[in-house]
T-cell receptor, first 116, second 113 residues
Framework: AQKITQTQPGMFVQEKEAVTLDCTYDTSDQSYGLFWYKQPSSGEMIFLIYQGSYDEQNATEGRYSLNFQKARKSANLVISASQLGDSAMYFCAMREGSGGSYIPTFGRGTSLIVHP | EAQVTQNPRYLITVTGKKLTVTCSQNMNHEYMSWYRQDPGLGLRQIYYSMNVEVTDKGDVPEGYKVSRKEKRNFPLILESPSPNQTSLYFC????????????FGAGSRLTVL
């Protein structure tokens, strides 16, 4: 079974609108971390945002926020006021672990296209 | 500048010709890892290392070798490359504490003919 599920292979959004990219995860650990990375067409992987399992507040970084719903095991990325430069692949990832395993697992990604 | 450097960035080779993709980080990170990225499959972990001389298999280790003789370096070795190893490869590193955010190299696009 996949530990990270991204159900949207592709998403389209109009410039300046908000968009939500879905991510659900599966773990029995109490301590874990959730991440979102962006991969533009140039290929590099860029860290966007992190949420720890014990963090009570949703993480925010500029126009990015992580909608963390622990009971539902979801960690959706919300991009507000989309820009053309937001067109990219987006990967959700999870690091499980107590005991120092710290091995991250990635989802299959969502391709976001921002239309002018 | 804090970074992960991997080389070569692009490589075309032939089946069976041994090759090494180098990876070096300057952040004194304990954790290093190799991923391959294929369309529709996301990033899949090949091998990882939590410290010098400590390596372990990820999800897709077949056909690959790694070594961690120094903390900063984590080369990926393809002893006898095959066409199904044509892929985009990423090296990444992180601390083993806190948020453990991965820092990625720029990627190495490998084609095996």
């Amino acid at each position: 079974a996949q530990k990270i599920t991204q159900t949207q292979p592709g998403m389209f959004v109009q410039e300046k609108e908000a968009v939500t990219l879905d991510c659900t995860y599966d773990t029995s650990d109490q301590s874990y971390g959730l991440f979102w990375y962006k991969q533009p067409s140039s290929g590099e992987m860029i860290f966007l945002i992190y949420q720890g399992s014990y963090d009570e507040q949703n993480a925010t970084e500029g126009r990015y926020s992580l909608n963390f719903q622990k009971a539902r095991k979801s960690a959706n990325l919300v991009i507000s006021a989309s820009q053309l430069g937001d067109s990219a692949m987006y990967f959700c990832a999870m690091r499980e672990g107590s005991g120092g395993s710290y091995i991250p697992t990635f989802g299959r990604g969502t391709s976001l296209i921002v239309h002018p | 500048e804090a970074q992960v450097t991997q080389n070569p960035r692009y490589l075309i080779t032939v089946t069976g010709k041994k090759l090494t993709v180098t990876c070096s980080q300057n952040m004194n990170h304990e954790y290093m890892s190799w991923y391959r990225q294929d369309p529709g499959l996301g990033l899949r972990q090949i091998y990882y290392s939590m410290n010098v001389e400590v390596t372990d298999k990820g999800d897709v280790p077949e056909g690959y070798k790694v070594s961690r003789k120094e903390k900063r370096n984590f080369p990926l070795i393809l002893e006898s490359p095959s066409p199904n190893q044509t892929s985009l490869y990423f090296c990444a590193s992180s601390r083993m504490s806190g948020a453990n955010v991965l820092t990625f190299g720029a990627g190495s696009r490998l084609t095996v003919l």
